[in-house]
């Protein structure tokens, strides 16, 4: 029996008494968390749980072709050209991609320029090897054939900040693709820029012109039809 009339025991009762009220005022919050529906995972000194990471995808450009968007298609083993002659200005080269299409059994080079014109164009196989524009310097490629993209009225620069810099930083790939081995930029100067394409061999070519953004698209590949209709 605890005898009320002591110091001790009084101090004893009181904190006692403050526990039982603690006690049941977390076992309030913890219902009432319950009854909205929540649960409670933390504890004290714990950090605060933080969302896992996920793996989905972001958006990226893919380069799918609306053939029926497409303007203006060419399969040909021969030059192709296309284009606007006369464009209103030089169109700066904001990105060149590469992919494989295996649903059309074609390689895919992509020439991004911005502006909405898209800039006279030649796309030819050539006999031996490429040169350079200005120093004439022959250039090897891997491959056993080379396919040129000139693109006229264009450039691959940009003045930065008081100072000239390359829009496309890799110009020069090595490449692990099946057909397509090497792209390689020979010519940026005076309005004008060439790509070379070194390929595993000879095979035949399409040309798409596309809009929004502006891109000049070179398939290759003997997977694609004889010749494609495009409204």
């Keep these: 029996m605890l005898d009320l009339r002591s110091s001790h025991a009084r101090r004893t009762l009181g904190a006692l008494s403050a526990a039982l009220l603690a006690a049941a005022c977390t076992g309030s919050v913890h219902q009432e968390h319950a009854a909205a529906g929540g649960t409670e995972t933390a504890t004290a000194g714990a950090p605060a749980p933080t969302d896992a990471p996920t793996d989905a995808p972001t958006d990226a450009p893919t380069d799918l072709v609306d053939e029926a968007a497409a303007s203006a298609v060419a399969d040909a083993t021969g030059p192709v050209s296309g284009g606007d002659e006369t464009p209103a200005g030089v169109a700066t080269l904001v990105a060149v991609r590469t992919a494989a299409q295996p649903t059309l059994g074609v390689e895919r ?12 164009y030649r796309v030819a196989y050539v006999d031996g090897p490429p040169t350079r524009c200005g120093s004439g310097a022959p250039v090897t490629l891997a491959g056993d054939a080379v396919l040129v993209v000139q693109l006229h009225h264009t450039q691959a620069h940009a003045e930065r900040g008081g100072e000239v810099a390359s829009t496309i930083p890799d110009r020069d790939r090595r490449l692990a693709q099946p057909l397509l081995r090497q792209l390689t930029l020979i010519c940026d100067f005076e309005g004008e820029t060439t790509w070379a394409l070194g390929l595993a061999g000879r095979r035949p070519f399409r040309v798409l012109e596309l809009r929004a953004p502006t891109r000049l698209v070179v398939d290759v590949g003997a997977g694609q039809p004889a010749r494609a209709e495009v409204r």
């Design 109 to 120: 080079v992509v020439f991004e320029l911005d502006g909405a014109a898209l800039p006279a």
